[in-house]
């Protein structure tokens, strides 16, 4: 398992721009692809990016493709997700995960989650 812990939520007007960051510890970063999720409560969570153990091949929900970039820093064992051209149907509790899977497709091959962080954008 991997702790992971994101930051960088809040309120945003439309239009605008946040950086998400998810700090883990606990196991080598690199072992893991690393994506972010998000969540309306009673929903299922929803893919938003994701990219792979060397950071060289990403994958995007098509909702937020050319808007959303995912990277990551080695050296600080640190992944962002940088929201561009942010939309009031982007408000939603924003979650970092973790998976060794080499391929991972969906939420089932995650299995370590950070607490989420909430994005608020207004109109």
């Known amino acids: 398992q991997v702790q992971l812990v994101e930051s960088g939520g809040g309120l945003v007007q439309a239009w605008g721009s946040l950086r998400l960051s998810c700090a883990a510890s606990g196991r080598t970063f690199s072992s893991f692809s690393m994506g972010w999720f998000r969540q309306t409560p009673g929903r299922e969570r929803e893919f938003v990016a994701l990219?792979?153990?060397?950071?060289?091949?990403?994958r995007y929900a098509d909702s937020v493709k050319g808007r959303f970039t995912i990277s990551r820093e080695k050296a600080k064992d640190t992944v962002y997700l940088q929201m561009n051209s942010l939309k009031p149907e982007d408000t939603l509790v924003y979650y970092c995960?973790?998976?060794?899977?080499?391929?991972?497709?969906?939420?089932?091959?995650?299995?370590?989650w950070g607490q989420g962080t909430q994005v608020t954008v207004s109109s």
């Open positions: 995960a973790a998976s060794s899977t080499s391929g991972p497709e969906g939420a089932a091959d995650f299995g370590s």
């Open positions: 990219i792979d153990l060397n950071g060289g091949n990403t």
